[in-house]
């Protein structure tokens, strides 16, 4: 019969020591998995943050106000910049809205222009250094009342949209006014999806669009617009959901019938083109009767108009609020 | 598979699974859930629930494609674990977003599609949790244990429903998931047409073969 084991009892590894090592092997592969694990969540699931250091805007003027016009909201604290700038929804970055801040962040606006055209007197091709020559910038704070039921409050610095369309004289055919947002894959690479129709278009009627709460919004916090905001040039309506503040703007055109708007086409039955803040006319898939203020726990009630109702509600008097949604 | 090894593989599972909610809670913690943590939260714990569930159902094609039969092991931890985040995922949501209103829950769960469906899936899930115990499995009997957890099917199709749901328009992530899950359950149907055919062509052969 041959011998099972040619191994001398001296070589084995004694019992205590085996299983010292293996606790301390597992111990070590335990931690190391564990370490893997919280760095994957990491890499997929990062809240944002980071710096804002786009350039400080000159002369700007804080306008003198009781508050009646609905210049500046007082008694509610404005959202932090760092949330501002790093919850943005700009489906040309991203989907996400913590992703937009990282992936706008090399956006090049050197050579910008703005065409305004169509039903106008004086059409014009703007730079940008002329486009906001046309009125000096002024500090609004408005409420922002996204469509998701979030909300924050802004310090923007622009001018009234009325003063760029006196300045080009619309025709009496003007009844409505459109605006494109750039289309440029390269620059912006959300749009080599189809998640939306590209360019993203927005739309006003001429009366909304020369209401003097309505702002083309070059800056915020008194510095100039950051990429993920919109930059260089947005417009800002803070009695209208957030999508119809079209951002990163190439060309206005003064038209005679309602233009198309990007999330009307994309869902007719709950995007209107109106999209007025309404807390009593939900969106058929969440309610609208309340919203989450950025920078606050629990949710507030959402205002008609978010607020602004007694200066924008005689624009819609007489209409039904809940077909034109 | 030694049985200390299958102990350590289980606490292996056991800690992993448990990673991101204790990076989840050590934010929160922290103030570091971004501008709208409430949502955040609710995002993550809703989007782990969706991952376990279809890990959960990873393991049994896995096992047979595999022949690895000891990572059975792993199911019930996973299945738990799915459990758990869909729980935690309400438990934001009510406490929250819905300020612990038991009123303003019901009424806005009445209204919106997406959160009944969503319900659904984690109401089917508690029966799951409750018979996971071995001492479980021994009273149903393997047979009507086997039909009752048939039901975390229901719980990930309503799951990856609810998502899809709520999407506004970018619907790739649910869709990915939609077909992680349509892929594993169709490998399931596969399986059971197939078995189904050969418990049917066996006895002929046999009857065959004596001839």
């Not at chain 2, 929250?96 to 959160?115: C, G, H, P, Q, W």
């Not at chain 2, 892929?183 to 047409?193: F, T």
């Amino acid at each position: 019969m041959k011998e099972p084991n040619r191994i001398s009892p001296r070589e084995i590894t004694p019992a205590a020591t085996y299983f010292n090592r293996r606790t301390f092997l597992q111990t070590g592969i335990l931690a190391a998995s564990a370490v893997a694990t919280g760095l994957v969540y990491r890499r997929l699931n990062h809240p944002a943050a980071g710096k804002v250091t786009t350039a400080k805007i000159e002369g700007l003027t804080s306008v003198a106000t009781n508050g009646n016009e609905g210049f500046r909201v007082v008694g509610e604290a404005q959202t932090s910049l760092e949330n501002i700038t790093h919850y943005n929804n700009f489906y040309e970055f991203s989907t996400d809205k913590e992703e937009v801040a990282a992936k706008a962040a090399n956006f090049e606006t050197k050579g910008w222009q703005i065409s305004v055209e169509g039903l106008v007197r004086k059409p014009r091709i703007f730079s940008l250094a002329d486009f906001l020559k046309i009125s000096p910038p002024e500090e609004r704070i408005y409420r922002m009342r996204c469509v998701e039921a979030w909300s924050m409050v802004i310090p923007w610095a622009g001018f009234p949209l009325s003063r760029l369309l006196e300045a080009v004289e619309p025709t009496s055919d003007a009844k409505y006014v459109a605006f494109e947002t750039l289309f440029d894959p390269k620059r912006m690479p959300g749009q080599r999806s189809g998640v939306l129709d590209w360019p993203y278009v927005e739309g006003l009627r001429l009366d909304e669009a020369m209401h003097p709460l309505t702002l083309l919004a070059s800056g915020l916090y008194g510095r100039a617009l950051p990429p993920q905001d919109g930059a260089p040039v947005r417009l800002v309506v803070p009695w209208k959901y957030g999508f119809k503040g079209i951002k990163s703007i190439v060309k206005i055109k003064l038209v005679a019938e309602q233009p198309p708007t990007t999330w009307n086409l994309a869902g007719p039955n709950e995007y209107g083109f109106y999209a007025n803040v309404n807390p009593q006319v939900d969106h058929p898939r969440w309610s609208q009767a309340t919203e989450q203020r950025i920078g606050e726990s629990g949710r507030r009630p959402t205002l008609m108009f978010n607020g602004y109702e007694e200066q924008v509600g005689h624009l819609y008097a007489g209409m039904d609020l809940r077909v034109n949604f | 598979m030694t049985e200390s090894n299958l102990r350590f593989a289980k606490l292996l599972v056991l800690v992993n699974a448990a990673v991101p909610a204790t990076l989840l809670a050590w934010d929160a913690w922290q103030h570091k859930l971004g501008a709208n943590p409430v949502n955040f939260a609710i995002r993550t714990t809703g989007m782990l629930a969706l991952i376990f569930l279809l890990l959960t159902l990873l393991v049994t094609p896995l096992r047979k494609l595999s022949g690895w039969n000891w990572i059975i092991f792993s199911r019930r931890t996973l299945g738990l674990y799915a459990f758990f985040y869909a729980l935690a995922h309400f438990l934001i949501f009510f406490g929250f977003d819905r300020a612990f209103s038991v009123s303003s829950t019901l009424a806005e769960m009445a209204k919106r599609n997406y959160l009944i469906v969503g319900s659904l899936g984690l109401f089917v899930m508690v029966p799951l949790a409750v018979t996971s115990t071995n001492a479980m499995i021994k009273r149903l009997g393997g047979k009507r244990w086997r039909a009752l957890h048939r039901l975390a099917y229901v719980a990930a199709i309503a799951g990856v429903i609810h998502y899809y749901m709520q999407v506004k328009a970018d619907v790739r992530q649910p869709l990915a998931f939609a077909s992680v899950l349509a892929i594993l359950l169709g490998w399931r149907l596969m399986e059971s047409w197939r078995q189904q055919k050969s418990a049917r062509t066996e006895p002929n052969h046999k009857s065959e073969v004596v001839k």
